[in-house]
């Protein structure tokens, strides 16, 4: 990287610089040369900090009211509703926030996927964003299940109960994660435990996605590797931050929709039941950004089988850049995989919307066959298409296809420092 | 480029930031806020105290909202001595007359001005409180007298609902 | 720009899915209109005082409202009684209280701070009373039904003779809009039951609609501050996504790339 040689102008700053690199860092992250034909795509990453930091902040502030008892959770949420100063804001922005969450990873996924990100040399970054994925779901679950609820409830039972199916210890470790013989209090604090810690890991984690990145750079949409710095690059700060930001605010606008004019309408009315061990929900289903995996599970007649496909079906993204034996990354030159990869994005909606129904009927039999594709996208398509597909010419550098030859980056600045 | 050119930029990037930076306080004060005082709390009700059984020389100790609070009846020594006291020798000068408005009851927070301990009953050189934190003295009236405490014992507001009840708050 | 509008508009066209599938078992409630909804949506004050009277004077000898408190009723956004008059509805209950130095438990009229009164001990006593069936507490009830106040609405008026070939037992009502369309309620309301203050006619369509309007700010009480709160917040983003726009537009032409 070409920042290592940094010198901070200041005498203060250099001592300070020669101590603790930190001046180094800022100057890494304000020049870090960024592929200038990023699409909007990938402002998304940026959104996901924003929504971590989000989630953190009114997290740690709903703690501060938020009473983790079996008999004293549901009360303290609606105390938070109620009495604490905005605290139905914050509450609002938290809950909803989850969701937002959710959107923004789906997108980051899928834009991933669709121009090969994945790829050598970033299967690192990729299988990373993966563990990240995983501790989002944990921490949704765990969060969902802290007002104490109807769906909270239900929710604890049925997914812990999952780890019944497997042979022999199944029943033990379930035991062992109630803390009791049904979900109860002690489920209940240690679920609470857990949500506050996950976080900070996700924290930790982002941070090493970062620096992962950091390393061979940002892919782009043509998806060729290119020269750092050079007239295909810009540097971070100013514009990919304002780019992001602008992108950022419109993703705001969005969730406030949710916040402030129909905060409940992804939630489930049933959650609003305080919890009771003798009445299930009549129509039980988590969250919407779980729903494709639950199809996947109750696809499967079989409980072990059923838990065992639930849980390859998110694995496999962590073997991706193996199973996609392709050479070119972006999609935009690979006219079949094109193709399948909008079949598979219709097929995780299709898989959604089917879990979301009730279990029976035309819905299983939906349900079997979308995620027969599922697998079979991933396990055969994709690493057959590497060697059949026939890819258009990829180009040399990034400038040629956007404008054929322009103004550099040493133009750029030459303009700038004009201006100023 | 020309000077008007750089001004336009300028405001707009200034208009940019500044609308930013307003936002993100907005943002902050709800933050801040949800640790104040909740609507319930504030709401909380006022405490009424039965005194009926309470003998002259004594102190009865009530909580509202969260602390202590010292009613004590007073024998006549107590009331002359706090009312002979002169203003010149007290650290925060308060009549006795205006903290007792009946000479009889002395109703106050049993809160220590210096850093919030609760004063023993009956104690110190002044025949009133001690607080045995850091050593403050306060006299008849709950009035500071010596040691690091800066002000007299709080008179919450209090009324005789009837001449057997206080109701304090 | 336009990329990021299709984005967008996508993202929406999502979630809208989403909610879809959530609402697939459509029932046809009945419909009236409702002042707090839209962006600036706002309760009708005098419904809630009439609500008020309906829930207190009906529904409170069975349905608990466990998390309001009298001051709730004279504070800002809800049904806005003066302070005298709430604390006077405070006072008009009975509220155990204590225990006192004796150790007892004692009555006393209620105050502003007290929780409401509710009308049984606990859901086992609340039980015993109704037959077995629980009448749930009304605190969130619009919010923990998948209809929402429509739902309520209809309810509280859908009552019916029961379909023949529909046998029913003893205690059990037939109700339209009800899940399984049984139900252990009993119709609750009937015209003229209530007499209201301001001499509006008590039909129960009215009643109907005032105490799901009541139950709609119970569920919700900062619904009017959220409204406004939400339209500021909105309005503010737009202006800062514009200006951050044209800041973008001036960075970027520095480079000839497209934005």
Redesign the interface.
């Known amino acids: 990287m070409s920042d290592h040689d940094y010198r901070p102008k200041s005498k203060v700053g250099q001592w300070f610089n020669d101590r603790l690199p930190l001046l180094t860092l800022a100057n890494h992250l304000t020049d870090y040369p960024t592929p200038?034909?990023l699409?909007?795509?990938w402002t998304f990453g940026g959104i996901l900090t924003f929504c971590l930091i989000t989630q953190i902040?009114?997290g740690l502030?709903l703690a501060?009211?938020y009473i983790a008892h079996a008999d004293m959770a549901f009360?303290s949420v609606?105390?938070i509703?109620?009495?604490?100063?905005?605290?139905?804001?914050?509450r609002?922005i938290h809950a909803n926030g989850a969701s937002m969450f959710f959107?923004a990873v789906y997108?980051h996924i899928f834009r991933s996927l669709f121009y090969g990100s994945y790829k050598s040399p970033r299967e690192i970054i990729w299988i990373l964003g993966i563990i990240i994925y995983l501790l989002m779901m944990a921490a949704a679950f765990m969060g969902y299940v802290l007002p104490w609820g109807q769906m909270s409830f239900w929710g604890a039972t049925v997914i812990t109960n999952l780890f019944s199916a497997i042979p022999l210890v199944g029943e033990g470790i379930v035991t062992w994660l109630w803390g009791g013989y049904s979900v109860d209090n002690p489920t209940l604090t240690r679920f609470f435990t857990l949500h506050y810690l996950i976080p900070f890991l996700i924290l930790g984690l982002v941070v090493l996605h970062i620096w992962a990145l950091h390393v061979p750079g940002n892919n782009n949409p043509v998806g060729i590797d290119i020269k750092k710095p050079s007239k295909d690059t810009?540097p971070f700060h100013?514009?990919i931050v304002?780019?992001d930001?602008?992108?950022l605010?419109?993703?705001?606008?969005?969730f406030?929709?949710?916040?402030?004019?129909s905060?409940?309408?992804?939630g489930?009315?049933?959650n609003?039941?305080e919890a009771n061990p003798m009445v299930t929900p009549?129509?039980i289903?988590p969250e919407?950004y779980l729903l494709p995996f639950y199809a996947i599970l109750r696809s499967v007649p079989d409980k072990l089988l059923g838990v065992v496909a639930m849980l390859s079906a998110i694995l496999i993204l962590a073997v991706l850049p193996w199973l996609d034996t392709s050479k070119i990354r972006s999609a935009v030159f690979r006219p079949l995989y094109k193709q399948f990869y909008w079949i598979l994005v219709a097929d995780v909606?299709i898989l959604?919307?089917v879990g979301?129904?009730p279990a029976e009927g035309l819905y299983l039999l939906i349900a079997r066959v979308a995620t027969a594709y599922y697998f079979l996208h991933f396990l055969v398509i994709l690493p057959v298409l590497g060697f059949k597909e026939k890819t258009l010419p990829v180009p040399l550098s990034i400038t040629e296809p956007?404008?054929g030859g322009?103004?550099n980056?040493a133009t750029?600045r030459q303009?700038?420092s004009?201006?100023? | 480029?020309s000077e008007k050119k750089?001004k336009r930029?300028d405001f707009l990037f200034t208009a940019t930031t500044a609308v930013g930076a307003v936002g993100a306080a907005a943002v902050v004060w709800?933050?801040i806020?949800?640790?104040?005082p909740?609507?319930?709390?504030k709401a909380l009700a006022s405490t009424e105290v039965d005194v009926s059984a309470l003998t002259p020389g004594n102190t009865l100790t009530v909580l509202w909202r969260g602390k202590p609070v010292f009613i004590r009846r007073r024998t006549q020594e107590e009331i002359d001595e706090a009312r002979s006291v002169k203003m010149e020798d007290l650290i925060h000068p308060e009549k006795d007359e205006d903290r007792a408005k009946n000479p009889e009851w002395l109703v106050m927070l049993g809160v220590c001005t210096h850093l919030g301990c609760v004063p023993l009953n009956d104690k110190g050189d002044y025949n009133g409180w001690f607080c045995p934190c850091h050593g403050s003295h306060y006299d008849t009236s709950g009035r500071i007298r010596k040691g690091p405490a800066p002000w007299n014992m709080e008179v919450p507001k209090y009324e005789f609902v009837n001449a057997n009840t206080i109701k304090i708050g | 720009m336009k990329?990021?509008l299709k984005?967008?508009s996508a993202?929406?066209l999502?979630?809208s899915?989403?909610?879809l599938?959530?609402a697939?078992?459509k029932v046809d409630y009945l419909k009236t209109d409702w002042s707090f909804k839209g962006?600036f949506g706002k309760f009708d004050r005098a419904a809630l005082q009439r609500g008020y009277q309906v829930y207190t004077e009906v529904c409170a000898s069975c349905h608990s409202m466990k998390?309001l408190s009298y001051r709730?009723l004279a504070e800002k956004g809800g049904p806005e009684f003066p302070e005298d008059q709430a604390k006077a509805i405070a006072a008009s209950f009975e509220v155990t209280d204590g225990p006192n130095s004796d150790g007892e438990m004692f009555t006393r009229p209620g105050k502003l701070s007290d929780k409401f009164v509710m009308p049984y001990e606990n859901v086992k006593a609340a039980q015993a009373a109704n037959g077995g069936a629980y009448p749930?507490d009304m605190?969130?009830l619009v919010?923990?039904?998948?209809g929402?106040v429509d739902y309520i609405y209809s309810l509280l008026q859908g009552y019916e003779e029961a379909p023949s070939g529909m046998t029913l037992d003893d205690g059990v009502h037939y109700n339209k809009y009800m899940?399984g369309n049984k139900i252990r309620m009993s119709a609750p309301l009937s015209d003229g039951l209530v007499e209201y203050g301001d001499g509006t006619t008590a039909t129960v369509e009215q009643m109907s609609k005032d105490v799901t309007t009541f139950l709609m700010w119970a569920?919700e009480?900062?619904l009017e501050?959220?409204?406004q709160?939400?339209?500021k917040?909105?309005i503010y983003?737009?202006i800062?996504?514009i200006l951050?726009?044209f800041?973008?537009k001036k960075?970027?032409s520095?480079?000839?790339?497209?934005?």
């Open positions: 200038k034909n699409n909007y795509w902040v009114t502030t501060m009211h009360e609606e105390h509703m109620r009495d604490v100063n905005y605290g139905w804001l914050i609002y959107l997108i810009v100013p514009y304002i780019k930001g602008f992108a605010l419109m993703f705001m606008i969005v406030a929709f949710f916040v402030f004019y905060p409940n309408i992804l489930h009315a049933d609003y039941i009549a129509h289903v919407w909606l959604g919307y979301a129904m956007v404008l322009s103004l980056l750029a303009k700038e004009k201006i100023e | 480029m750089t930029r709800p933050m806020d949800q640790m104040n909740d609507a319930s709390v | 990329k990021l984005i967008f993202l929406l999502i979630c899915l989403n909610t599938s959530f697939a078992e962006l998390y709730n749930p605190s969130v919010k923990a039904r998948g929402g899940y569920a009480p900062h501050a959220r409204h709160m939400g339209f917040a909105i983003l737009i800062l996504t951050v726009y800041s973008m960075i970027w520095r480079v000839e790339s497209e934005v």
